[in-house]
Structures are given as C-alpha cells and as structure tokens.
C-alpha cells in the first residue's frame, strides 16, 4: 500500500476530505519522527511501539573485494507489534 493509498483509505474512514485526510497522516508521521529523534518511544496500546535502538560499531566485509571494513554505531528506527495487531494479523 503507498502513502496516496493509505491517505484515501483514511479519508474514506474518518469521513474526511483527502486533503485533510493527507494532513493528518503527514502531522501522524511528523510526530513520530520527531518524538524518535529526541530519543522517546511512541506507543499505542494494542497496535505497537515506535522507538530507537542503537547498532554497535562492527567489522564487515566487502562483498566484491573481501576486503575488511569497519561499520560505524549508528541509531535505528524499530517498530516492535503489540498484541491486538499480532492477532489481528494471525
């Protein structure tokens, strides 16, 4: 499903317009990031948790040479489901 698809379905439900409708899934996204850049956790009781984990620096490789390479630590977004998404999806 795209962002314009989702932004449809949201404006059918909620009997909005699909510009207000696009508003409101924009100011959604917004919040999240905004909240998982200042390091917080966004949750919703029985659909899941938005929060931030961090990746530790590491070796790899590169695939077409072999040769050794360092990965540097970096944070990463994770979305963790809760139980009421869990089943539904099941």
Known sequence: MTKQEFVDQVADR???S???AGGAVD???ETVEDALKRGSEVSFSGFGKFS???RSAR???NPATGERIQIAASKVP???AGAGLKKAVK
Do not use: H, I, N
Request: hydrophobic share 40%; charged share 35%.
């Open 14 to 16: 909620a009997g909005l």
């Open 18 to 20: 699909k510009k207000d």
């Open 27 to 29: 100011a959604f996204l």
């Open 52 to 54: 931030v984990s961090q």
């Open 59 to 61: 070796e790899g490789r």
């Open 78 to 80: 994770r979305f963790t």
